[in-house]
């Protein structure tokens, strides 16, 4: 059973408006939540990422929500632009050692 | 600079054999993993190693068998066992007490089936 899920495989945004990418998570013991970008044919590369004992970071164009109760996380970028096509993974973690848990992806593409 | 090496970037697999991926890093990182990605299947844990001789099976371990003899490097060997090789396999590091568990990733390698 998915503990990460991402239930959009993919999303098309206009370059310039806002990208909203979506998380769910089943298990109430993550502590940390993470997301890395992919191109194709490369490694994931860490994007962001958010304590639970917090709501929201920022990052530049990038910000992260979170909403423990409703065990969900979006990644937001603002302003799109054409270089943030790619796949976009949500993973989580606990606070002690842990493996981290990837989600399947969501592949966006900003149209120009 | 420092990062994480996978080779060879492509590689081909002939029935009954068995093939190495070769994972190499500098980052003095204790904790390395073996990922694979399927097409809308994300990344699966195949195994992992928290500290030098010693490695703990991921969740898609089977087929699959690992060494960590050096802090440097973490092969992985996909046997003839593993009846569905082709996919791309990730090899990634990271401080194991950092928090949150940042990871790097090398740049991968596609195994293909012949």
């Known amino acids: 059973d998915q503990q990460v899920k991402q239930n959009s495989p993919s999303l098309s945004v206009q370059e310039g408006r806002i990208s909203i990418l979506n998380c769910d998570y089943t298990?109430?013991?993550?502590?940390?939540f993470l997301w890395y970008k992919k191109y194709p044919a490369e490694g994931p590369t860490f994007l962001i990422s958010?304590?639970?004992?917090?709501d929201k970071n920022e990052d530049g164009r990038f910000t992260v929500f979170l909403n423990k109760s409703a065990k969900h996380l979006s990644l937001h970028i603002v302003p799109s632009q054409p270089g943030d096509s790619a796949v976009y993974f949500c993973?989580?973690?606990?606070?002690?050692?842990?493996?981290?848990?990837f989600g399947p992806g969501t592949s966006l593409s900003v149209i120009p | 600079d420092g990062g994480i090496t996978q080779s060879p970037k492509y590689l081909f697999r002939k029935e009954g054999q068995n093939v190495t991926l070769s994972c190499e890093q500098n980052?003095?990182?204790?904790?390395m993993y073996w990922y694979r990605q399927d097409p809308g299947q994300g990344l699966r844990l195949i195994y992992y190693?928290?500290?030098?001789?010693?490695?703990q099976k991921g969740d898609i371990a089977e087929g699959y068998s690992v060494s960590r003899e050096k802090k440097e490097s973490f092969p992985l060997t996909v046997t003839s066992a593993q009846k569905n090789p082709t996919a791309f396999y990730l090899c990634?590091?990271?401080?194991?007490?950092?928090?949150?568990?940042?990871?790097?990733f090398g740049s991968g390698t596609q195994l293909s089936v012949l």
């Open positions: 990634a590091s990271t401080i194991p007490t950092a928090a949150p568990e940042k990871l790097f």
């Open positions: 298990n109430s013991m993550f502590d940390y």
């Open positions: 993973a989580a973690s606990g606070t002690s050692y842990d493996k981290v848990i």
């Open positions: 190693s928290q500290i030098v001789n010693d490695f």
């Open positions: 958010i304590s639970s004992i917090k």
């Open positions: 980052l003095n990182h204790d904790a």
